[in-house]
């Protein structure tokens, strides 16, 4: 119903930024809260942040103060800046929504952040 598609991950060295983008297309709805997630070699999968459809916005604790949600719904994305990067956000990013903002997937971008 729904599909999303990641880009904006690359290599980048610590300090520095990037901004992911997460497009959607299909049955999405402005209700729908949506998430970015990332997963490291060995690691589980761990929600990053979140925004809702009136957005509301969530940040695990790691990266607060260094990396911004948004959305345009006009556009159907939702964005991920990430600033001052660190070797510890080196992980393929996903972006989920849906009603309980997982049903749905993308296929995932690789964050590479160099020492």
């Known amino acids: 119903q729904v599909q999303l598609v990641e880009s904006g991950g690359g290599l980048v060295q610590v300090g520095g930024s990037l901004r992911l983008s997460c497009a959607a297309s299909?049955?999405?709805?402005?209700?729908?809260?949506t998430g970015w997630f990332r997963q490291a070699p060995g690691k589980e999968r761990e929600i990053v942040a979140s925004?809702?459809?009136?957005?509301?916005?969530f940040y695990t604790a790691s990266v607060k103060g260094r990396f911004t949600i948004s959305r345009d719904n006009a556009k159907n994305t939702v964005w991920l800046q990430m600033n001052s990067l660190t070797p510890e956000d080196t992980a393929v990013y996903y972006c989920?929504?849906?009603?309980?903002?997982?049903?749905?997937w993308g296929q995932g971008t690789q964050v590479t952040v160099s020492s």
């Open positions: 989920g929504t849906g009603p309980s903002g997982r049903e749905y």
């Open positions: 925004i809702s459809g009136i957005g509301t916005t």
């Open positions: 299909g049955r999405t709805s402005t209700t729908y809260a």
